[in-house]
T-cell receptor, first 114, second 113 residues
Framework: AQSVAQPEDQVNVAEGNPLTVKCTYS??????LFWYVQYPNRGLQFLLK??????LVKGSYGFEAEFNKSQTSFHLKKPSALVSDSALYFC????????????FGTGTKLQVIP | NAGVTQTPKFQVLKTGQSMTLQCAQD?????MSWYRQDPGMGLRLIHY???????DQGEVPNGYNVSRSTTEDFPLRLLSAAPSQTSVYFC????????????FGDGTRLSIL
């Protein structure tokens, strides 16, 4: 069975400061990892993914994430937070190969304080 | 392109009623799925489909039924609504296999009284 843990229900950060949203995963075989963002009353929007290759992946809106195989982590980062980054963030994992199901974490609410 | 369209956006049902949540995508995606989102529980997979005529169960399939007669449409049926099915339901689709991101609709907010 595969799983995703997002250990923080909420992360508060001051505008202009760097932000990190944590994610660890468990899956057999090679993982596909994703970050999504959800704004109020909207569906999830794709931010970035790790499939293979460079451990540091860059995505939309200045976000990036680092894949760490030994720690089974895929933390989301941004060098300078904006108030408009305030939203709910989901990490997701699936196993590589074929039409594999995707498992989501419970989500982390990011609050950027002006 | 409209992407993934879900209807209705809101619905209130009484216990025991049945209804169908509609989902349509115009991207010719093979893979479609239904999730429910509950506070503190993230998104849980209800059912998914890898193409027309092919469906399979996810984590929480009980009380729900799906069919996939066309590539575009993937309706979710509640057979006999229960208060425990009060939730926000999301439909998603993706192109090809698991290395592609999913595209989500804006959800159906369902209350069962």
């Amino acid at each position: 069975a595969q799983s995703v843990a997002q250990p923080e229900d909420q992360v508060n950060v001051a505008e202009g400061n760097p932000l990190t949203v944590k994610c660890t995963y468990s899956v057999s075989g090679n993982p596909y990892l994703f970050w999504y963002v959800q704004y109020p009353n909207r569906g999830l929007q794709f931010l970035l993914k790790y499939i293979t290759g460079d451990n540091l992946v860059k995505g939309s809106y200045g976000f990036e994430a680092e894949f760490n195989k030994s720690q089974t982590s895929f933390h989301l980062k941004k060098p300078s937070a904006l108030v408009s980054d305030s939203a709910l963030y989901f990490c997701a994992v699936s196993r590589s190969g074929g039409y594999q199901k995707v498992t989501f974490g419970t989500g982390t609410k990011l609050q950027v304080i002006p | 392109n409209a992407g993934v369209t879900q209807t209705p956006k809101f619905q209130v049902l009484k216990t025991g009623q049945s209804m169908t949540l509609q989902c349509a995508q115009d991207m010719n995606h093979e893979y479609m799925s239904w999730y429910r989102q509950d506070p503190g529980m993230g998104l849980r997979l209800i059912h998914y489909s890898v193409g027309a005529g092919i469906t399979d169960q996810g984590e929480v399939p009980n009380g729900y039924n799906v069919s996939r007669s066309t590539t575009e449409d993937f309706p979710l049926r509640l057979l006999s609504a229960a208060p425990s099915q009060t939730s926000v339901y999301f439909c998603a689709s993706r192109d090809g296999q698991g290395n592609q991101p999913q595209h989500f609709g804006d959800g159906t907010r369902l209350s069962i009284l």
